[in-house]
């Protein structure tokens, strides 16, 4: 059974820190790319990062560079982070661990595995 698990969301002031959290099984994950998305109320979901099966690459969205970082584990199975720092009330949102089986990491690429999501809130 494939699945994606997100973890770690949570509340946390303006100018914290939170890390996410997502355990992959079911499939090869480790020669998956992955990535993270967000969908806030009312919004379209967004892009907001990726990491190549390698982890030599990675991709994030202008609004996040600089705060958030992306890194990767498959030494025993795999799993992807998300590092978030100096979060902003606009971070606020669900977000989504995803999967890529061709290996795209760009906001256009295919992520055909998705997660259930995890909160994210930010209090100004």
């Known amino acids: 059974q494939v699945q994606l698990v997100e973890s770690g969301g949570g509340l946390v002031q303006a100018g914290g820190s939170l890390r996410l959290s997502c355990a992959a099984s079911?499939?090869?994950?480790?020669?998956?790319?992955l990535g993270w998305f967000r969908q806030a109320p009312g919004k379209e979901r967004e892009f907001v990062a990726a990491?190549?099966?390698?982890?030599?690459?990675?991709?994030y969205v202008d609004s996040v560079k600089g705060r958030f970082t992306i890194s990767r584990d498959d030494v025993k199975n795999t799993a992807v982070y998300l590092d978030m720092n100096n979060l902003k009330p606009e971070d606020a949102a669900v977000y989504y661990c995803?999967?890529?089986?061709?290996?795209?990491?760009?906001?256009?690429?295919?992520?055909?595995?998705w997660g259930q999501g995890t909160q994210v809130s930010v209090s100004s």
């Open positions: 995803a999967a890529d089986s061709l290996g795209g990491v760009t906001p256009t690429a295919r992520f055909d595995f």
């Open positions: 079911g499939r090869a994950f480790s020669r998956y790319s």
């Open positions: 990491i190549s099966w390698s982890g030599l690459s990675t991709y």
